[in-house]
């Protein structure tokens, strides 16, 4: 009966629990709203697995597939969902609670009735507000998924239509590619057109930049999003990167090889020099586009050309002459002729010079510029003259000289002055008109220059003297000098008109005394005079004729003159009359006069009264230095080659004082100086008394002095 009992007892316990529950309505709700936790917790996590998005579109349009379903089946979930919640809300709003902290022991079976009521539905709105915090945020989750999807669909498809047109715009351009000739098999007179095509060619492929770019900035959005491109598509967006910068290179390096063949071999290229010279010589280039020229035969390499070369050999000739004036104009006159530089007008050169490139005189030119100018000048020329002129070796041998004037260290760069002043002073025109051209060259807007115009002028014309080893005779390579002395023209003023400046070069001043000379030098090569040389016998002299204007009958022809050559007892004394065009018999009375009247006078007067041809110039080491000097460029050890200069000046002083003209003993190479030159010259155009100037060195021993100047001078050549 105990059994029995006790086994009634437990049923009786079990049914009054299980009534309990049927009749507290916290029991029923909590196992769904713990349901639903569960399965918003579980779609939550399923959503995530969704992520991230594989860069390719059709699995991408499978996912969005698979979401929509997703989606529905969420959706369907919601009455369920929302039913659940609005009976937990119901049940909430009828049994309120106060929020205090959960006390465990209020669900002890001891606990009051109130206790565990408020217990229970705290923890019922504890799972009603996080299933319905879990059900919004899967919702939004869901949205914000979908709009991915489609988001992403639509960069895929731009990014698909982007990849295929950049493929397609390749393509063709790779196409046209295979059809370009190689560079050595085109034609020179059609690369102009090839590089236009080329040109036209990388404009038109110009929007598949674009389009490339739409590509890569759509995958850089997509790799944002955090969508990883597929294999195929990421392959496909690299090969179109890679080929356009393929082509690229390939156009523009096509574009350069065209436009140096057509500058190296076109009409404005060196090419056509190459034909200046002959077999086993070869004309070359150095990176700076300077030529030089390869003797294959001998393995040797020069700067000169092989012509210049034997030009320069040949001016040796005229080492003989005396007088560094005609020296270095017999000297030019080779070079000139040599060039063709005899045949060019001034009117001519002007309208060559008036091109851009030598529109300003501080401009530096580059060799293609000097070619450019030069060929210009040699078409133009055979154009007018109807000359058959050899373009090719005039315009070498010309840009050879240029350069051994004016760029010795082959740099490969010439002042615009420094090409239009050594071209202007070998071309043939009167002395007059090639200074006046000079010296607009230099002059401001208002048609004068300062001294450093001034000086700049003089420095780039005293350079080609130098270049022939003659700048001692002519004041040396500082200009200073020359300047102070055309000022003097200047009335005192800062600036020097073009009339000053003519007027000073009408005097022939020592720095540029070589230009007047060239012009009667070149003169005096077709004039005969019906006379005799007194020393060779030479009838008729050819050229220049020196007549004595303190003998009678004394005729010199300009071999034996120039070269110091003197017949038997016949020692030529000052003063001489030099004619470079035919004597008229005015002349000749004129000289007859003049000679009468120096039979009467004695040799002490002539070397108390020297006359020079020409104004000199005091040396920079006999001048003191004024308080603004004239800044002008100088040579290495500037300093040396000037005190050579003066006492090499001071000796030759001496030696005019001490000797006549002309010595038996006289050696060619004892007197270079330009003391020397102390002649008259008769023009048709203009006589006049030559500028006469003297200079005395008093209060010493003439020998001993001459032979501690000779020791000075030596020295300093060691030194230099």
Known sequence: MNICWNEIKKRSHSLRARLEAFSDPTLKLQPPLQEIIDWLGQKDEDLS???????????????????????????????????????????????????????????????????????????????????????????????????HLERTIEQLRDLGVSIKEATDALNQAESVQTTWEPIGDLFIDSLPEHIQATKLFKEEITPIKDTIKMANDLAHQLALSDVHLSIENARELEQINSRWKQIQTSVTERLRQLQDAHRDFGPESQHFLSSSVQVPWERAISPNKVPYYINHQAQTTCWDHPKMTELYQALGDLNNIKFSAYRTAMKLRRVQKALRLDLVTLPLLSQIFSSDTLQSSDRSLDILDVIRCLSSLYERLEEERGLLVNVPLCVDLALNWLLNVFDGARVGRIRALSFKAGIVCLCDCDVKGKLQYLFSQVAGPEGTCDQRQLGLLLQEAIQIPRQLGEVAAFGGSNVEPSVRSCFRFGNGTSYLELSQFLEWGSLEPQSLVWLPVLHRVTLAETVKHQTKCSICKQCPIKGFRYRSLKQFGV???????????????????????????????????????????????????????????????????????????????????????????????????????????????????????????????????????????????????PEEEQGELEKVLAQLEHEN
């Open 555 to 701: 005729d010199i022809c300009q071999s034996c003159f120039l070269t110091g050559q003197a017949g038997k007892g016949n020692k030529l004394h000052y003063p001489i009359m030099e004619y470079y065009t035919p004597t008229t018999s005015g002349e000749k009375v004129r000289d007859f006069a003049t000679t009468l009247k120096n039979k009467f006078r004695t040799r002490h007067y002539f070397s108390r009264h020297p006359q020079r041809g020409y104004l000199p110039v005091q040396s920079v080491l006999e001048v003191e230095v004024t308080d603004t000097p004239l800044s002008s460029p100088m040579l290495p050890h500037a300093e040396t080659h000037s005190r050579i200069e003066h006492f090499a000046s001071r000796l030759a002083e001496m030696e005019n004082q001490n000797c006549s003209f002309f010595t038996d003993s006289l050696s060619p190479d004892d007197s270079l100086d330009e003391d020397q030159y102390l002649l008259r010259h008769s023009s048709p155009i203009t006589d006049r008394d030559p500028c006469s100037a003297t200079q005395t060195i008093g209060g010493f021993n």
């Open 49 to 147: 697995a969704q992520l991230p998005l594989r860069g390719d579109f059709s699995m991408v349009e499978q996912a969005k597939d698979k979401h929509l379903l997703f989606m529905e089946e969420v959706k369907s979930r919601g009455p369920y969902i929302y039913s659940v919640l609005e009976s937990a809300q119901a049940f909430l709003t009828q049994h309120p609670f106060q929020e205090i902290e959960e006390d465990a022991s209020a669900l002890a079976k001891d606990a009051s009735p109130k206790s565990r009521s408020q217990s229970l539905s705290r923890l019922l709105w504890k799972q009603a507000s996080v299933a319905s915090e879990l059900w919004d945020r899967l919702t939004a989750r869901c949205l914000d998924q979908h709009r």
